[in-house]
């Protein structure tokens, strides 16, 4: 394995991430669970404290509905392109995130191999639930207001 740099991009927030993994795209899934990986959330406190693991939560779950919105309102006017740009950024942030089922979805989603549906759609809906879910066993409590 190599060891390679990234800057982790989440709308507005810009990380430079190091770690080593197989593909230089994507994140290397350590999770036991295929919902959520815990060893991606520690490297994002490692790399930025919890305050950034937060912050980088709060802002992957209100903008992961949103991209899912954004390519079913594709997938309804035939653009199979703006389905497979909205997959291709929430997968690299899923993968960040430790949401490696995700991550997968958006992959397929993503791949030329098949065409985009609202059923792929829907999977990734409730693979966002059950992350959703998932993160609420792992995270440490809400900071204090």
């Keep these: 394995m190599q060891r390679h740099a990234h800057a982790l991009r989440i709308d507005h927030i810009t990380l430079h ?3 080593s993994h197989d593909s230089c795209h994507m994140t290397k899934n350590t999770a036991q669970d295929p919902t959520g990986d815990a060893d991606a959330l520690r490297r994002l406190e ?10 980088l939560t709060t802002l ?7 991209r899912i919105a954004s390519a079913r309102a594709a997938l309804a006017v035939g653009d199979i392109e703006g389905v497979r740009s909205m997959a291709h950024m929430l997968k690299s942030s899923a993968g960040q995130m430790g949401a490696p089922r995700m991550q997968q979805l958006c992959e397929r989603l993503e791949s030329r191999a098949s065409t985009p549906d609202a059923r792929a759609l829907s ?3 409730e693979e966002l639930v059950r992350y ?3 993160l609420d ?3 440490p409590p809400p900071a204090p207001p």
């Design 60 to 66: 992957f779950l209100q903008e992961a509905p949103l």
């Design 132 to 134: 959703t879910a998932w």
């Design 46 to 55: 490692r790399f930025g404290g919890l305050k950034l693991r937060r912050e």
């Design 137 to 139: 066993t792992v995270s």
């Design 17 to 19: 991430t190091r770690f």
């Design 123 to 125: 999977e990734l809906d």
